[in-house]
């Protein structure tokens, strides 16, 4: 390819560039996908948004409890799979567990005692895990509602 010939297409791909840009301007986006995403996946209704906040409360004594932080309890486990491990933990510590899974639940509870001694040097006798489903409205940046039923939280006594 010659020089004239390379010119030639950058003026044409520079005009090109310009038509869009334009149209653009003068009417909507050609091309909403590429030049805007359509952000489908925010749930939505009317104005509220919703989603699903876990809170994991750790009690020395009746009265005394402490909010524990899901992403130290759980600091070698990536963050997107917490969720679904807090989820997994609430569904099945309120079935009925058969023996073969009673190990497991022994090693998990001595799992977290220890890792909650080890993060805040205190003796804990019990966690209660809560699955919160909040509603915020972002117009007035505040929390709508939050409800959590019996079904969706549960109690580890360690």
Known sequence: MNKNKVRLLFVLLVGFLFF??????????????????????????????????????????????????????????????????????????NKETDNSNQKDYVKFKRWIATRLNSIYKKDYFKVEIRKLEVTTNPQLNDVVLEKVSLKNQTSIVL
């Open 20 to 93: 869009q840009f334009f149209l653009c301007i003068k009417f909507s986006e050609p091309y909403p996908a590429i030049v805007l995403p359509g952000f489908g996946k925010i749930p939505q209704s009317s104005n509220n948004i919703k989603y699903v906040k876990y809170e994991i409360l750790a009690f020395s004594s009746e009265q005394n409890y402490d909010y524990v932080s899901a992403d130290e309890l759980f600091m070698n486990v990536p963050r997107v799979f917490v969720p679904v491990m807090l989820n997994n933990i609430i569904k099945k510590h």
